[in-house]
């Protein structure tokens, strides 16, 4: 993590509230490298925490009140009152209601919190598709339990709380991906989640394998509504398939049910199915080091998101296309995400990545003109406290 990042939270803090912080925390933001849209189908995904990260800086009140400081957005400030029902911050300031929604899920837990300040500083990118929400969720309920030195909420519980704060405060229907890989991370691994059991089975990234994630700076836009419209599909074809989720149907399932589902619904269904079946066999791949099997399993899912699901968007299907020209069967690409614009995720032989970078860097361009940024990441920890 970078220590500029840690400085600048802690200047924030101290600038805001004359003293210096009790604890910092840090929670990092994620890449999927396949299963999208199946965690809130109780499916299966393979995400690893990478090296964004946002960090809170804390320290205690004892009058009930929380004051925030964010030191990104010229030090703006937001404060109100502890409580199990928190008002919204508006529209103005709609990162506050990240931390006034993780704050009132802490208070609906019961942890016995007496008041907070709190300085956030954040490396994560914004509207990227690399769950800098999350982030900031995860990190608040992190540094409140630092202030509590509590072994309480588990890393599993802290993640429900922060998508608690997403689905019911914020009010995107997003599944717990995002939440728990951002909580639950391990250094160098990918993991792959049951997202009905919350069970956890890492993959290791081998140090000759890299991850790298393209943004095409395509703008995410109307994503919250297509992405609810996209749960409310899902749930339309499991209620037709007679199944609680679509992690229970079978895709002999669907075919046999198919000509009384509307194409459309059938098409989503069919995007979910597939893609566990994808994200399973991603996961055995990636254990055993086989580049080639994770190539062909990232474009189909790219294929399935762009045919079935719909979420993906010209622009990022041509950067996968040059993506995968370039990486060749040793690995592949795939767009990331909720879709409608952001991230590809790419794997590759670590000593491919700097010619497949400036092939994508001379090749691509967004519809506004704008070269794309590239990261090659590494997986790190979940969230949890930083040393002084
Ligand atoms: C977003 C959501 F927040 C996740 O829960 C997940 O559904 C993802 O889109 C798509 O896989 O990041």
Not at 67 to 95: C, K, M, Q, Y
Not at 205 to 216: E, G, K
Not at 225 to 243: P, T
Request: hydrophobic share 45%.
């Amino acid at each position: 993590m970078s220590s500029p990042l840690i400085q600048r939270a802690i200047a924030s803090y101290i600038g805001a509230f004359d003293a210096p912080p009790q604890t910092l925390v840090q929670a990092p933001g994620r890449v999927n490298l396949i299963g999208e849209h199946t965690d809130y189908n109780d499916g299966f995904v393979l995400p690893c925490a990478i090296d964004f990260h946002t960090v809170v800086a804390i320290g205690p009140r004892r009058d009930g009140r929380v004051r925030v400081i964010a030191a990104d957005l010229n030090h703006a400030g937001d404060e109100f009152t502890l409580g199990e029902t928190i008002a919204h911050a508006g529209p103005r300031s709609a990162w506050a209601d990240y931390v006034r929604g993780a704050v009132q899920m802490a208070v609906r837990e019961g942890l016995p919190l007496a008041g907070a300040n709190l300085a956030i500083a954040g490396d994560v990118p914004q509207g990227a598709g690399l769950s800098s929400s999350a982030a900031l969720e995860v990190a608040v309920l992190q540094a409140l339990k630092s202030l509590l030195d509590s072994p309480v909420p588990s890393p599993t519980r802290l993640a429900q709380l922060a998508q608690a704060a997403e689905n019911d405060y914020v009010g995107c229907q997003c599944g717990i991906m995002d939440q728990l890989i951002s909580a639950c991370g391990r250094a160098d691994h990918a993991l792959l989640i049951d997202c009905r059991s919350l069970e956890a089975r890492p993959a290791p990234l081998p140090d000759d394998m890299a991850v790298m994630i393209v943004h095409s700076r395509v703008r995410r836009g109307l994503v919250e509504s297509a992405y609810n419209e996209r749960r409310q599909q899902c749930e339309q074809a499991a209620r037709h398939l007679g199944v609680s989720h679509l992690r229970d149907a079978s895709l002999t399932q669907l075919v046999a049910a198919g000509w009384h589902l509307d194409d459309v619904v059938f098409r989503r269904a069919r995007h979910v199915i597939t893609e566990n079946a994808r994200t399973l066999a991603a996961h055995e791949a990636l254990t055993r080091g086989d580049l080639v099997t994770m190539g062909r399993l990232m474009a189909e899912s790219h294929v399935s998101m762009r045919d079935d699901f719909e979420i993906t968007v010209p622009a990022i299907d041509d950067l996968v296309t040059l993506l995968q020209a370039e990486i060749g069967p040793q690995g592949g690409a795939r767009m990331t995400g909720g879709g409608f614009g952001g991230c590809c995720v790419a794997l590759m032989p670590t000593d491919q990545t700097e010619r497949v970078a400036a092939a994508v860097e001379a090749g691509y361009r967004s519809p506004d003109g704008d070269p794309p940024r590239i990261w090659v990441t590494r997986a790190v920890d979940g969230a949890g406290p930083l040393p002084r």
